[in-house]
């Protein structure tokens, strides 16, 4: 164990003033005051796991069970690493009265990740969990790294009761937090309405772009996501500037609302193509419903009663519909399609799809244990952001548009956004490891040899696309879409059927539309007055396409695509439209929500869920929660005002605001 570090565990605020040496040997005896898991911090940015000294094997296994599975299911943008290949290993590691360290987890960005074969007395049955924390959870420097780790896995019993609370994490003297490099400020101006250009600088090969004001930037000052945008603009073969769109905000490798395009003839094996770039629920996106009800026709109370009975929620799979293996190829070769044939979903609804619900991907080559994840998981809801929410509309600013969507006020709509649930996360695990195995440690950069490729962060590794590296993962990452589409589908059934069941129809439920806000896709555009074929990373971004673009319906044209963007719980959400023809020099993308303000951690310290359930009933808004954490964490209080996202979005000439839509009832993992 190196000095120097922050120790996570059963220890308590008196032990900031000791020296490291002391700090040390008070590690070698942390107090257990509950039958469960410590947590220590090793160094280098990464985490032990340690047993307790307990003769109580047998329960502590269950702990460790349950451990394992809020890892697996609980946290969206989290990698496990060599896991898979020793699944069975925790286990018998905790049969095994010698072992002491059970797993190390490292922080993203941690170097020397090594095996602690020394301290645990079992190195071939070691299960390394490597970069687990989630995004916002920990400073993600080489040396550092900030509690809660593994906070949320007290809701299954992972840590027991306060063991998972009170752990903590306590500084050493020279520890030290990452510090983030804003040299992009020096370049920063306006570069028109609703827009922040950031100069060509350094090792960038394009400017880039956020969309914002000096306001919005002043207000949402986090060094860490300009930084992330500037990091992307170097990777190889990109075309264009660099965009993050108005809810940017910091992600694993790309900002969240990143949008970045490479040429797939650049050089001899076509541009880059990154995981990071998409993300870890791929094809996260959003569906709209639309009813024939008004609020008179409702009880939204009984209403999300009946909903969230009928539509599994939260970080399991617990209700999901069970595949056979022909069943989930065909979900994975066909999307939303293969869904309506089994009969989790309807025909009409396909036009209402982007891509009308199928992704090219002829291979569909995803791991046996994506497989196992996603063979009992498609219609469920999922836990984190995710939600099934009611609403009405209670604005149209564009009419024309909303009567093309099939809008008007005071309708009853409904709103799903989900993804491809652990099938999704597991393929992107997979292929980030093994992408990422082709990099390492260069100075202060991050260097491919095979591909002569270097990064400024690991989190952006990244393939050629005509690699046989990056080829497999675009080819995995349309089949786990496809399952995102199908997934969707299956859920907007469940609400239909929930529908009939509560007032003896569906209300005419019919799909407004469907977007993904987390993919890659090969796409045409024009780049600076040059025809370009691209690979499109929108990781929570949304297309906007124009209404003259080919592969939208005929009811959108003229007026341009559906943009979906989910607010907060508490406040509203919006419809966009794409252009009414051609498209936006974005790419063609726009926002894709209202993007945090706080961390998930920061909105836990600081948002009573129960409070809070008490203040959105009072303003109508019926909520039905699974895991009791996720109410704070998704508090209106920690996102951005919509309202000004979409006014930055239509102030940058990205998309034109259509209808605001208010929540009555919603529902949360």
Not at 61 to 90: K, N, R
Not at 184 to 206: A, C, N, Q, V, Y
Not at 497 to 512: F, I, P, T, Y
Not at 565 to 571: F, K, N, R, S
């Amino acid at each position: 164990m190196s000095s120097g570090t922050t120790y996570c565990g059963h220890i308590s605020q008196p032990n900031a003033g000791l020296t490291d040496t002391e700090r040390v040997g008070r590690r070698r005896n942390l107090p257990t005051r509950h039958m469960g898991l410590e947590v220590s911090y090793a160094g280098y940015g990464q985490v032990d796991i340690i047993t307790p000294p307990s003769n109580n094997r047998v329960r502590l296994h269950t702990s460790v069970a349950a451990l394992f599975e809020e890892v697996e299911e609980g946290f969206p943008h989290c990698i496990l690493e060599g896991l898979s290949s020793h699944w069975e290993a925790p286990y018998r590691r905790v049969a095994n009265e010698g072992v002491r360290v059970l797993c190390r987890i490292a922080t993203s960005g941690a170097t020397g990740i090594s095996r602690p074969e020394a301290r645990t007395g079992d190195p071939a049955d070691l299960a390394d969990m490597s970069r687990l924390l989630p995004e916002g959870y920990v400073n993600l420097s080489e040396r550092h790294a900030i509690a809660p780790c593994l906070r949320s896995v007290h809701r299954t019993g992972g840590l027991e009761g306060d063991c998972a609370r009170t752990a903590r994490c306590v500084e050493s003297k020279g520890a030290a937090g990452l510090v983030m490099a804003a040299e992009w400020r020096d370049f920063l101006e306006p570069s028109g309405p609703g827009r922040m250009r950031i100069s060509k600088h350094g090792s960038m090969l394009t400017d880039a772009i956020l969309i914002a004001d000096e306001q919005h930037m002043a207000e949402h000052s986090d060094d860490r996501s300009p930084t992330q945008l500037v990091n992307t603009a170097c990777l190889p073969g990109i075309v264009g500037e660099a965009w993050a769109m108005a809810d940017w905000h910091f992600g694993y490798g790309f900002p969240i609302g990143g949008v970045v395009a490479t040429d797939v003839n650049a050089g001899e094996q076509g541009g880059a193509i990154s995981p990071g770039g998409v993300g870890f629920d791929i094809n996260c996106g959003v569906r709209l419903c639309s009813t024939e009800m008004t609020l008179d026709d409702v009880d939204p109370k009984a209403l999300v009663a009946s909903l969230a009975r009928s539509v599994p929620a939260g970080a399991s799979r617990k209700g999901g519909v069970n595949l056979n293996a022909s069943e989930i190829e065909s979900v994975l070769s066909d999307g939303a399609g293969a869904a309506i044939d089994l009969g989790w979903g309807e025909s009409r609804d396909l036009a209402a799809i982007e891509s009308n619900g199928r992704l090219e991907s002829s291979e569909r080559n995803v791991g046996e244990r994506a497989l196992k994840r996603g063979s009992t998981a498609l219609g469920t809801l999922g836990s984190g952001n995710h939600f099934l929410e009611l609403q009405v509309v209670d604005r149209i600013v564009d009419q024309y548009a909303a009567s093309a969507f099939g809008l008007r006020q005071g309708q009853v709509t409904a709103m799903i956004h989900t993804g491809s649930r652990g099938l999704g996360h597991q393929v992107c695990t997979e292929h980030v490891a093994a992408i990422e195995s082709k990099y390492s440690r260069d100075g202060d950069a991050w260097h491919s040899p095979e591909w002569g490729i270097r990064l400024a962060d690991r989190q952006l590794a990244a393939a050629p696309i005509h690699s046989r590296e990056g080829a497999a993962y675009l080819d995995a990452m349309s089949a786990a879409g496809n399952y995102a589409f199908a997934n969707r589908s299956a859920l907007t059934q469940r609400l239909r059927e929930a529908l009939r069941a509560q007032h003896g129809r569906d209300g005419e439920l019919d799909v407004v539309y469907d977007v993904s806000h987390n993919i890659a896709k090969i796409e045409e555009h024009r780049v600076h007055g040059s025809s370009c074929t691209c690979c499109v990373h929108r990781k929570g971004a949304t297309r906007a396409l124009g209404g003259d673009h080919p592969e939208l319906a005929a009811a959108f044209s003229g007026v341009g695509q559906p943009v979906l963007v989910p607010g907060d719980m508490g406040t509203a959400s919006w419809v966009l439209a794409g252009p009414t023809s051609g498209g936006n020099d974005a790419f063609s993308s726009s926002c894709h929500g209202a993007g945090r303000r706080l961390s998930r951690t920061a909105a836990r310290k600081s948002v009573d869920s129960d409070a809070l359930i008490e203040m959105l009933e009072a303003r109508g808004i019926h909520v039905r929660v699974k895991t009791p954490n996720v109410i704070s964490e998704e508090a209106p209080e920690a996102y951005k005002d919509v309202d000004e996202v979409i006014r930055l979005t239509g102030e940058a000439g990205l998309a034109r605001p259509v209808a605001r839509l208010r929540p009555i009832a919603v529902i949360k993992g």
